[in-house]
């Protein structure tokens, strides 16, 4: 409990807490759009907040250390002297988090020649002297031995900075078993190896507390050593000036030589332009928010004393319009009114309750309307007019809710625009995931939300489809506004027209054969039980296949085996490194684990494509359409994109997949070589543009160039090194990459790629022009202008560095592809439509689309999906598109 007469003194160590929040967060989910990395920043300041809310202290300060040298290493050059090198992302947000700190108006300290641990010792001591309770926040144990009945430690657990763990006189002798001023003594005996400080030899803590409790402090320890028997006793006799060096170096300086007093550090109001500017600049809108609320005394109601309360109040929330209800014709009205003040469209948001519409909310900019929706009543027939026509709508998160206005039987048409996605092509990385989000980050305001430990939400503390509407309409422009104008035309002429034709997919699903799937999981169970037993066999005992900690016990104990990668946790056993170790030692009970790992893995992917079948026969996946930087979709609940095509196993799951009875047959179309093909246009390379345009096999007219022979004298392992060569190197494939995946010498995989680059020079040039021009703007760009951000191109870590290069390399044949792949969809969809065919399009696999057809549709479907598909982008080659038709997925390949 605090003293509340006393003021309390705030003392931070800036640089220890930074480091620990910058571990504690993810560096690729915090930067901002120019690429600085901003996630030690948010962390630090996240948890001091909370601080000033929670201690309101009366004065406060940050310290930081200027550099790693200080009197301690002139004293003793290895000290500290084990820590690598700082993080390069870590180190230009020191800087960026004191301008935030100053434009708070918190005192910042640093000292040269001391560490921020001495500035905390001195503020301590003298806070101490003067009458405050004194709270010292620091990630550094050293600062143990400040705490008194005066100064209390708040030290952050292991999780980083989030949770702080209060330090006391009484808990330190409860962790530790010695007062706080004796814990220096433990750490000279011990070791400080974060220090780069040797204790003494086979002297642990518990051993130290013990001498501690004889002798009182490490002098009296040190004057009893000849008492003390063992190999421990003739340790500390023999490493003495170890411990002796140690207690000198960890005892902190209390009175270093500050420009401040501690009345200098009262707490001040914010500068509340310096505050938003800097927070502006670090794209912290939550924090920002915070701030300005704590500044104002709104935190808990109570905390104005935490930062004083003249500073300029937070920018006003605004409220949504309170909606009305509306039915016949004053709804129709309403719409007819609205739709002339809107003419970007209306906000729309459906409230789905099972997969069904169960409320609407309909916005303007200044009036919302809330249907109460009750599927068949007439009162809803101006709205659902409205719904089916093409005038511009506004919805957030739209698939899902066109997939419920599909299932209640209602008729949608007129999507222009939705915020998530148009987010996300902006931020491919998509921080922001939610309206919620969105509205935080382009408005700067809070969607009201109740407080979720609450199982009823108060009244009009959740906002409902009006309020979700009125936020999508504001948000819309402010995301297009940021949009360049390549990314606006891609997300109008490709994304949008996506969103209703995937909600369509997924309502209609895909019909499966529930008994064959049944049967294969049987079958496969079957096949691992015999293989783990015969595993068994091998070793003479049985083992937990499935645990790393078990099989690095067999493999590398009892078997002997070559050590794999090296990780936290021992050695991996991960499929790949297993693969290779059999290859290299082959060993019976490895080929038995990597059967059965096979075996397992297909049962798994056959059990969830079984439960994920509905009542009517049909699995409904959820296509992600964004969320992939590279434009890609996914395929969840189940995954349908996963199913090995290869392996006679996987192709007996396809054949489960099947047209249902109402329908005659499959028909599966896919591009062939695509990413070939768009390297051969984004390049220009004669040679490859030629092998297309010609109509030959790829590979082989690849493999004569290489290897200068004849087309018919290209051996299938010659084809098989080309192939794997010219997709490995749109992938960043270095020599020992391509020298691995095709068991060759590395000399042989070099000089392999020299010939292939002596011949099709145009696509060296082309894939170093990619990560050269990425330098320079920042990101890539796909055929259609899909932008991929790259912030770490120009990082000074060559592992970051070379990472970002690698994918890079490939992200506008990869984004390309997909931007092709959603245009033929929706192209094919609308002649579909158009054509009056009953065939339906059910399913999308990377480069491939599977379709349902209706007796006697066959040929003209084909037609229209080899037109449609072909011509969904205009190469410099043409767009081969191989199609097939059969009663399973299996039977259709081709």
Not at 139 to 153: A, E, P, S
Not at 758 to 779: H, I, M, T
Not at 835 to 844: E, K
């Given at each position: ?17 930074a480091f ?5 967060l993810p ?5 901002t ?15 001091l ?25 002139r ?15 870590f ?8 301008d ?34 004194v ?10 031995q ?49 220090d780069?400080?040797?204790?003494i ?15 009182g ?19 500390l ?8 060096r ?26 509340e ?47 949504a ?11 129709a ?12 469209g ?6 789905v ?21 009750q599927?068949?009543?007439r ?20 698939k ?11 008729e ?14 902006m931020?491919?990385n998509?921080?922001?995931k ?55 035309r891609?997300l ?38 015999v ?31 070559p ?12 499929a790949s ?11 019976p ?20 494509l ?12 959820t296509y992600?359409q ?11 609940d ?14 007996r ?19 062939s ?11 220009g ?7 297309f ?7 082989r007219f ?10 018919a ?10 192939k ?6 749109a ?21 392999l ?6 011949r ?6 082309y ?15 796909t055929?259609?202008?899909?932008r ?11 592992v ?10 490939n992200?506008?044949?990869?984004g ?6 959603k ?6 969809e ?6 009056g ?19 006697g ?5 084909e037609?229209?999906?080899?037109e ?10 043409p ?16």
């Amino acid at each position: 409990m605090s003293d509340p007469v006393k003021p309390t003194l705030l003392v931070v160590d800036g640089h220890s807490l930074a480091f620990r929040a910058f571990y504690a967060l993810p560096v690729d989910s915090f930067s901002t759009r120019d690429g600085q990395h901003t996630n030690a920043i948010h962390g630090f300041l996240s948890m001091l907040l909370l601080l000033l809310q929670n201690e309101r202290p009366t004065h406060l300060a940050v310290a930081f250390d200027i550099s790693r040298f200080s009197f301690r290493t002139r004293e003793y050059e290895e000290y500290k002297g084990n820590r690598g090198e700082t993080p390069p992302e870590f180190k230009g947000q020191v800087p960026l988090l004191q301008d935030a700190l100053r434009a708070m108006n918190i005192t910042v300290l640093e000292k040269e020649d001391f560490e921020a641990d001495d500035i905390l010792a001195t503020l301590a001591a003298r806070g101490e002297a003067d009458g405050y309770r004194v709270l010292v926040v620091s990630g550094d144990r050293d600062t143990i031995q400040l705490v008194n009945d005066d100064v209390t430690l708040l030290y952050p657990n292991t999780q980083g900075v989030s949770q702080l763990k209060r330090y006391d006189t009484a808990a330190v002798i409860e962790r530790y078993g010695v007062r706080p001023e004796q814990y220096p003594d433990i750490a000279a005996l011990v070791g400080e190896t974060s220090d780069n400080l040797p204790g003494i030899t086979k002297v642990g803590e518990k051993t130290a507390v013990k001498w501690l409790g004889l002798y009182g402090d490490l002098e009296g320890i040190l004057e009893h050593a000849d008492e003390i028997k063992g190999v421990v006793g003739q340790n500390l006799r023999d490493q003495k000036e170890n411990a002796i060096r140690n207690r000198r170096l960890n005892r902190l300086v209390r009175d270093v030589e500050l420009d401040v007093a501690i009345g200098d550090l009262e707490a001040r109001p914010i500068d509340e332009d310096a505050v938003r500017e800097i927070f502006g600049r670090l794209e912290f809108r939550t924090l920002l928010d915070r701030v300005l609320k704590l500044a104002a005394g709104e935190a808990n109601g109570s905390a104005a004393e935490s930062v004083a309360v003249e500073a300029a109040p937070a920018a006003p929330v605004v409220a949504a319009p309170v909606s009305k209800s509306l039915l016949d014709e004053e709804l129709a009205k309403w719409l007819e009114r609205a739709v002339a003040a809107e003419p970007a469209g209306l906000g729309l948001h459906v409230d789905v309750v099972g997969g069904q519409v169960a409320g609407v909310g309909i916005a303007t900019a200044t009036e919302t309307v809330r249907l109460a929706w009750q599927p068949g009543r007439r009162d809803y027939e101006p709205f659902e007019a409205w719904l089916a026509s093409t005038a511009p709508k506004i919805v957030t998160d739209a698939k899902p809710q066109l997939e419920a206005i599909a299932r209640s039987g209602l008729e949608f048409d007129g999507l222009v625009v939705d915020p998530l996605v148009a987010g996300w092509l902006m931020r491919p990385n998509l921080q922001e995931k939610t309206l919620v989000d969105l509205v935080d980050r382009y408005l700067g305001e809070k969607v009201p939300q109740s407080d979720p430990a609450l199982l009823v939400p108060e009244d009009g503390a959740d906002a409902g489809a009006p309020e979700f509407a009125w936020y999508s309409l504001r948000v819309a422009p402010e995301v297009l506004r940021v949009l360049p104008e390549e990314t606006r035309r891609l997300l109008a002429d490709v994304e949008m027209p996506l969103v209703p034709v995937l909600a369509a997919m997924e309502v209609r699903g895909v019909h499966v054969d529930r008994a064959r799937l049944t049967e294969l999981s049987a079958e496969l169970g079957a096949r691992a039980t015999v293989l783990a037993q015969a595993a068994f066999a091998e070793i003479g005992r049985e083992v937990n296949l499935g645990s790393p900690k078990q099989l690095q016990e067999v493999l590398f104990d009892q078997l002997g085996m070559p050590k794999t990668r090296a990780t936290k946790t021992g050695y991996t056993t991960d499929a790949s490194a297993l693969a290779d170790l059999q290859e290299s030692n082959p060993h019976p009970f490895l080929g038995y684990l990597l059967e059965h790992r096979d075996a397992t893995k297909l049962r798994q992917i056959v059990d969830s494509l079984e439960k994920a079948i509905g009542a009517d026969g049909r699995i409904h996946t959820t296509y992600g359409q964004i969320g992939a930087a590279t434009g890609r979709m996914s395929s969840n609940d189940p995954n349908l994109q996963n199913i090995p095509v290869r392996t006679a196993d996987g192709r007996r799951i396809r054949e489960a997949f099947r047209n249902a009875p109402e329908y005659s047959e499959l028909l599966t179309a896919d591009y062939s070589q695509i990413e070939m093909r768009i390297m051969a246009h984004l390049s220009g390379d004669p040679g490859l543009i030629e092998a297309f345009n010609a109509g030959e096999d790829l590979h082989r007219f690849v493999g004569a160039r290489v290897f200068s022979v004849d087309p018919a004298d290209v051996t299938p392992l010659m084809r098989t090194k080309v192939k794997a060569m010219s997709y490995g190197l749109a992938y960043g494939l270095s020599a020992f990459g391509l020298s691995k995946q095709l068991r060759i010498d590395r000399a042989e995989a070099t000089q392999l790629m020299k010939e292939y680059f002596a011949r099709f020079g145009a696509v060296r040039d082309y894939l170093r022009g990619v990560v050269e021009q990425a330098k320079v703007d920042g990101y890539t760009e796909t055929i259609f202008g899909r932008r991929r951000p790259f912030p770490d191109l120009n990082s000074p870590n060559r592992v970051l560095r070379e990472n970002a290069e690698r994918a890079a390399l490939n992200s506008p044949i990869q984004g390309s592809a997909a931007d092709i792949i959603k245009i033929a969809m929706t192209q094919t969809e609308r002649a579909i439509a158009e054509a009056g065919l009953r065939s339906r399009m059910l399913m999308q696999v990377h480069d491939e689309l599977i379709f349902e057809v209706v007796d006697g549709e066959g040929d003209a479907l084909e037609q229209l999906v080899r037109e449609h598909m072909g011509s969904a982008a205009d190469l410099l080659v043409p767009l081969d598109v191989q199609v097939g038709r059969g009663a399973s997925w299996d039977d259709a390949a081709h």
